[in-house]
């Protein structure tokens, strides 16, 4: 007969654990404490929004997806932002155009806001997971032409 070495490891845990002839029990408290290291990952698929608008007064749209993941103590805060990191660029790189851009989040816990020259909230949820959406950024603007605008997406747990 062949034993494993698994089952011995087993059989010598049991008997030291039970001692031959122990009807006595042993009861202890123990507390055991875990320190959950907070942990993001977010990726998007575009950091430079790319606006083509037909005529003047006309809108454009610009669609970037995201999935995030956080690992955070129960219950913390995790907020997805976006800010831009220049001013809109115009049709031959102007950036005098009057311009605003909005934005509109789909999915679980996406918000909606505008992108000025400060982060904006974008997304915001609670606990660890992992999350996925899209944000439509749209252009309003007087001139017609080719607009571009580079943006960056950031996850924190403040």
Known sequence: MRVRP???VVLAVIGIALPAG???QAIAKVTVAANVSTRTSLHVSSELLTFDLGGPGAQATAAVDFTAGARVPTGSLVM???EPLQAVSGPGGAADV???VTFDGEGPGTLGGTLAGAPAVAARWHGSGFRQGRFVFTLHAAADG?????VRF???TP
């Not at 080719?146 to 580079?150: D, I, K, L, R």
């Open 6 to 8: 698994a089952a011995l």
């Open 22 to 24: 122990a009807s006595d």
């Open 80 to 82: 997805l932002t976006v």
């Open 98 to 100: 009057e311009t605003a």
């Open 146 to 150: 080719h607009y571009t605008v580079p």
């Open 154 to 156: 950031v996850i924190s």
